[in-house]
């Protein structure tokens, strides 16, 4: 879902952030909510290095909550629907389902971290633009240092929905991008999936959650600032022998997740890092265990996390 673009200089960059204007709480939490509490429908286009991909997109409120589903649209049969917590995964006509682990098409705002956000971040208003036809405010967030990524947001004047989003690293060159290149908002959109979908859902009631919450004795040292715990986890996992303890970290708008399992010699077992975009997964053995970092940071950041986890003990 992303390309390579070289967007405005650094000069040019840090003078536009110095003269505009900052973004309130009030707006922020617009942002955090808009997703949520609208229908709409369209195709937005995934950028990074030279690929792109594209995503239909519908989400649709009913009496019984929100419906999300996402038809990949390079040929491959791919579809998602998302519902009170669950995920159905549709391949090639054939059904799977999982809880709804923190990832999105568009980076999320989380309600309960706004306030961290001007923490964390050079929060600023630098201008207006259209996007797909909508008028859009254009946000710039500049972090406090070097571990995350700069994040430019195109957001619907009226509604606060996020039209468009742009990863830049510290050269300021683009690292992926998310923009809708088609969109209805309201309006009449076609809701007959949902039924069918109640139906399937009914014929295949969610499956036990495979994670349960745990004071495991791990921690991280060299966590970026601003970021706190928000999940630590025992989880079952496929094709895993064993229990990974899991915990993740955000700064409200980026996450890290760092998973600790015995290691048992697989081919796998191999230090090794990778990136697509700005997500980043490294694993490397240490001792007798298999540590993994995965996180839409820089890969100095995903190095520096792995390389400090430790064990406490349990407290």
Not at 129 to 156: C, E, I, S, T
């Amino acid at each position: 879902m992303r390309f390579k673009w070289l967007l405005a200089c650094g000069a040019l960059l840090a003078q536009t952030a110095l003269a505009a204007e900052p973004v309130s709480q009030a707006w922020l939490k617009t942002m955090a909510f808009a997703k949520r509490q609208m229908d709409y429908s369209g195709v937005f286009a995934y950028r990074y290095d030279d690929h792109v991909e594209q995503t239909r997109i519908t989400h649709l409120l009913a009496s019984d909550g929100e419906y999300e589903k996402l038809e990949v649209l390079d040929g491959s049969q791919r579809e998602v629907i998302r519902h009170h917590g669950v995920t159905w995964w549709y391949r090639n006509h054939q059904l799977q389902q999982q809880t709804t682990q923190p990832h999105g098409h568009f980076p999320v705002l989380l309600p309960d971290q706004l306030s961290a956000l001007n923490k964390n971040y050079q929060i600023k208003e630098i201008g207006h633009d259209k996007v797909a036809g909508f008028d859009a405010q254009v946000l710039l967030f500049v972090p406090n240092d070097r571990l995350r990524y700069v994040q430019k947001m195109w957001v619907h004047s009226d509604t606060g929905l996020l039209l468009k989003m742009a990863v830049l690293n510290e050269r300021n060159q683009l690292v992926e991008q998310y923009a809708f290149t088609q969109l209805q908002i309201g309006g009449n959109i076609d809701r007959g999936w949902i039924a069918t979908q109640s139906a399937v859902a009914q014929a295949n009631p969610p499956a036990i959650p495979n994670e349960a919450p745990v004071k495991s004795g791990w921690g991280v040292d060299a966590v970026p600032a601003g970021f706190s715990k928000t999940k630590e986890v025992l989880r079952q996992m496929t094709h895993k022998h064993a229990p990974v303890t899991q915990l993740v970290y955000s700064d409200g708008l980026t996450a890290i997740s760092v998973f600790i399992e015995p290691s048992d010699g697989d081919e796998d077992d191999v230090e090794n890092l990778t990136c697509r975009g700005a997500a980043c997964l490294y694993h490397k053995v240490i001792g007798r265990n298999l540590y993994t970092v995965v996180g839409e940071v820089p890969p100095k950041t995903i190095i520096k996390v792995l390389d400090s986890i430790r064990y406490n003990g349990n407290k």
